[in-house]
């Protein structure tokens, strides 16, 4: 028997941010709980910033029936000339039983102890208030806090609680709070609770009290009306996913409103704005033909026929925000980028400061320059890499640090420094994700490697090394980083060789930790067949660059039409040469041939062998076309010949073949 169900919890102002970190585990942790209690189904989530709530159209009224089967001792055991044992007697108290009742099944091929329990299903009603509070208990935003005097905690203290079956209120208590029959409409409504009649009335007497319970709804409400006040007022807004989701979070009937800001702000770099807006006020910047304007959208949370107040107060608010920005910047263009005060600023125990961390970088660069001889003079990188923590003692950068680096650019530029200086120290951490830009000049490009290297090898020399899913520093996405880089300005940079180049100024580094870490982040970043990377880097390569170029001509040919016959030609080459040293001088005399298939593999496979190739896919295609000669070879030869100098010959010419594909590959490790 199925009934309706419905759980309110009535909280105070929840944080968005938490709050929506957890989203992704809410459902599910619910389900588990569910699960557990044999009372799985269907049901939708919703939240407020004052209310969690499920609904269950069809929810179990009990748990069903289940049968609980018990197997004890063999009778072998259990009983000893016809007497039970205590392996008898401690099955029949396990069971809760007597003797007598215990049974026998067959287990295992022997005779053994058995008794069934039936199970009645417990009344769902006197399971919700375990289930509610071991769901609200399973919920993780981080910090939460104690009120009253309880001991437990949570983020939000808990106002109110309805939870409703069937149209009968359920006797539950959480935090000390009973659940009635009532809810809590939008406090500009009424702050009064409202007494409700069953669960129908619950949704009506919230939608009539300006409450919008379902999220998906007041999303697609903001969203139609930024789209209202772009058409009317020609213009766009910039809508930050992030950002929406916080508002919708936040608000229990939302309005988008436009407001404008004084022009003279405009000054400001756009980034400014847009971070001031965002983060202290959650506006939304607006623009113009591709130009910010000096408009925002804010989302109102009010409930009223005219906004002009609300408009008016958030324009007051924004004002001094806006005012202290173009303070912070007169200010910081008068005092210009300087390094004077890094060497107080400590970058990490062990490492120095900020100013010895530049030191090392620019040595790192210096080593890169030479080494990529980029169409950049050597002043304008040291220029770049000296300032490009200099705006870390400006005043803007102090009030809004998620701009440093950017904001080192404008000031740059402001002092008289060139476009490709200023561009550099603006894209110095790029990319910083998955779908982050990268650096868009060479030199930017060493900038940021130089960055991400010293960053990289200095927490290592202080064993700062990421562990399972800790990496407080973002090393891996450092490395992510360095591969994309090496990709797109065609950078060889050999994990072994350069490193170790690059590590003599650290302190002492374990290598191989440091190659296995690399090697996990190119094993990570690669999303194809993991054998197909693995059968690249079992070769030995460790050249970032050309292990990208390998795997990618390998996963072509492995996804291409007749890759399988080929396969397990050359799977039966590796076999035949897994006792060769193929580092060793492999000479062929072609005067031991004693069959035509071994002269025609031996002059197609040398004509592969000395072409030039523009790609490793070109190259790799080529040597698997050596498939039908092969087989020619293996059909008319035999391999093992008892003339040792015949065999070692053959091994040695099928060796030859494989040693120049293992210049690419180890295709007998890829898994098709």
């Not at 375990?130 to 993780?140: F, G, K, P, R």
């Not at 000390?176 to 809590?184: D, E």
């Not at 650096?439 to 991400?452: G, Y």
């Not at 880097?537 to 080929?566: H, V, Y």
């Amino acid at each position: 028997m199925f009934k309706p169900l419905l759980i309110e919890i009535g909280v105070e102002e929840l944080p968005a941010v938490p709050l929506l970190k957890e989203l992704k585990n809410i459902e599910k942790k619910y389900s588990d709980i569910l699960q557990k209690y044999s009372l799985m189904g269907e049901f939708e989530f919703y939240y407020t910033p004052r209310r969690l709530v499920l609904w269950h159209r069809e929810f179990l009224a009990s748990q069903p029936d289940s049968v609980e089967e018990f197997f004890g001792a063999p009778l072998s055991v259990a009983y000893k000339d016809g007497e039970p044992t205590k392996a008898a007697e401690g099955f029949a108290r396990k069971c809760g039983v007597s003797l007598d009742e215990v049974s026998t099944a067959q287990k295992g091929g022997k005779e053994v102890l058995y008794y069934k329990k039936d199970i009645k299903g417990k009344d769902s009603s006197l399971l919700l208030e375990t289930i509610i509070n071991e769901w609200i208990d399973s919920l993780d935003f981080g910090k939460s806090m104690r009120w009253g005097e309880l001991q437990k905690s949570f983020i939000r203290p808990i106002r109110w609680l309805n939870v409703v079956m069937g149209g009968e209120l359920i006797d539950v208590e959480l935090f000390g709070v009973k659940s009635k029959m009532i809810t809590y409409v939008h406090r500009v409504s009424d702050f009064e609770p409202k007494e409700l009649i069953g669960m129908q009335d619950y949704f009506y007497t919230i939608r009539e009290g300006g409450v919008i319970l379902f999220q998906d709804e007041r999303r697609q409400k903001i969203l139609k009306e930024f789209k209202e006040i772009e058409d009317e007022n020609s213009l766009t807004i910039e809508i930050d996913e992030d950002l929406l989701n916080e508002v919708v979070a936040i608000t229990e009937n939302p309005t988008a409103l436009l407001g404008s800001f004084d022009d003279e702000f405009l000054r400001l770099p756009p980034e400014v704005i847009i971070t001031s807006m965002k983060e202290h006020q959650r506006y939304f910047p607006v623009f113009k033909d591709g130009k910010l304007i000096n408009k925002f959208v804010v989302v109102s949370n009010a409930l009223s026929d005219d906004f002009s107040k609300v408009i008016e107060g958030n324009e007051r608010v924004l004002r001094p925000r806006l005012a202290d920005g173009l303070f912070f910047w007169d200010n910081d263009i008068k005092n210009g980028l300087s390094t004077d005060g890094l060497e107080k600023v400590a970058f990490f125990k062990g490492l120095g400061s900020v100013k010895d961390k530049i030191e090392r970088e620019a040595k790192i660069a210096s080593v890169l320059y030479e080494k990529y001889k980029i169409d950049t003079k050597k002043e304008e990188l040291d220029k770049a890499i000296n300032l490009a923590k200099a705006d870390l003692m400006s005043e803007m950068v102090y009030e809004f640090t998620e701009l440093q680096g950017l904001m080192g650019g404008y000031y740059a530029l402001a002092q008289g420094e060139s476009k490709e200086v200023a561009t550099a120290i603006t894209e110095q951490y790029l990319p910083d994700g998955e779908d982050s830009a990268l650096p868009s000049t060479p030199m930017s490009a060493i900038v940021a490697m130089s960055i991400k290297l010293d960053t990289i090898l200095a927490l290592f020399s202080v064993n700062q090394i990421p562990t399972g899913s800790r990496d407080p520093f973002a090393l891996r996405r450092a490395v992510n980083g360095l591969i994309r880089i090496t990709q797109e300005y065609g950078f060889e940079f050999d994990i072994i060789k350069d490193l170790n180049t690059l590590a003599c100024g650290y302190e002492e580094i374990d290598m191989q930790k440091l190659e296995k870490f690399f090697l996990e982040r190119v094993k990570q970043y690669h999303k194809v067949n993991p054998s197909i990377v693995e059968a690249v880097l079992s070769t030995g390569e460790r050249e970032l660059l050309a292990i990208s170029k390998k795997i990618q001509a390998l996963d072509n040919i492995a996804n291409s039409e007749g890759f399988n016959e080929a396969f397990s030609t050359f799977k039966r080459v590796a076999n035949i040469t897994k006792d060769i040293d193929l580092l060793a001088d492999l000479s062929i005399d072609s005067k031991l041939f004693e069959d035509d298939a071994e002269s025609e593999l031996y002059e197609k496979y040398t004509h592969v062998a000395e072409k030039e190739y523009n790609c490793y896919e070109a190259e790799l295609d080529a040597l698997l076309g050596l498939k039908p000669e092969l087989d020619k070879f293996f059909e008319s030869v035999m391999v093992n010949a008892e003339d040792e100098e015949v065999k070692n010959n053959r091994k040695a010419l099928v060796a030859s073949v494989y040693k120049s594909i293992l210049n690419i590959a180890d295709i007998k490790e890829v898994s098709i």
